[in-house]
């Protein structure tokens, strides 16, 4: 158990619908990342939050939006879903700034778009 | 620029050592690497920051040459506790200088230890 916690665990949507996945972070864990992992695309960082503010975006569409809160969890917005959305999601927490120091990942929540 | 990981599989016997080597085009700042069980999540094994650092992990290390833009990650004795695809993340120069923080993945390198 990394300390690491997201819901739902699975979801199962419809294209075009809207999704909210969410993260909680380590106790005392100030950055949160977003990651993607389908077949197609393999691992593939997101957006980095750290206390509140967006820190970095990677491969992250433009239909996709974060954001971190006061308590610091995270949710990820996912909207006008396709097909190819379909992926796990997981979410990474670690004290640092910068992503150079262990990130403890979250079980991830797995997204199945019909 | 996604690394490039070799080999894509291997299959070790208990006790066995194995190489799994990262490379980038472009210059790195860090290298990151990532053991993934089937159906689990991705578990930090170590960070490399600096050229010609090496690190240790138990049995496992990892090596990153700064000049040739790659990292090797060492398994020692292998157990059957080593199986899962191993992942390397890249750092690239460009948006650290920038101070923000970009991690590209490679595909993956499947590692099964066999009895």
């Known amino acids: 158990d990394s300390g690491v916690t997201q819901t739902p665990k699975h979801l199962i949507t419809a294209t075009g619908q809207r999704v909210t996945l969410r993260c909680s972070p380590r106790?005392?864990?100030?950055?949160v990342y977003w990651y993607q992992q389908s077949l197609d695309q393999g691992l593939q960082f997101l957006i980095q939050y750290y206390n509140g503010e967006e820190r970095a975006k990677g491969n992250i569409l433009e239909r996709f939006s974060a954001q971190q809160f006061p308590d610091l969890h995270s949710e990820l917005n996912l909207s006008s879903l396709e097909l190819g959305d379909s992926a796990l999601y997981f979410c990474?927490?670690?004290?640092?700034?910068?992503?150079?120091?262990?990130?403890?990942f979250g079980p991830g929540t797995r997204l199945l778009v019909l | 620029q996604q690394p490039v990981q070799s080999p894509q599989a291997v299959i070790l016997r208990e006790g066995e050592d194995a190489v799994i080597n990262c490379s980038s085009s472009?210059?790195?700042?860090?290298v990151h690497w990532y053991r993934q069980k089937h159906g689990e999540a991705p578990v930090f094994l170590m960070i490399l920051l600096k050229g010609g650092e090496q690190k240790g992990h138990e049995k496992i290390s990892a090596s990153f040459n700064e000049k040739k833009q790659q990292s090797s990650l060492y398994l020692t004795a292998s157990q059957l506790s080593y199986s899962g695809t191993y992942f390397c993340?890249?750092?690239?120069?460009?948006?650290?200088?920038?101070?923000?923080?970009?991690?590209?993945f490679g595909k993956g390198t499947k590692l099964s230890v066999i009895p």
């Open positions: 106790s005392g864990d100030l950055s």
């Open positions: 472009k210059a790195l700042y860090s």
């Open positions: 993340g890249t750092e690239s120069r460009e948006y650290s200088g920038a101070g923000s923080y970009q991690l590209t």
């Open positions: 990474a927490s670690s004290v640092a700034l910068r992503g150079q120091e262990t990130q403890y």
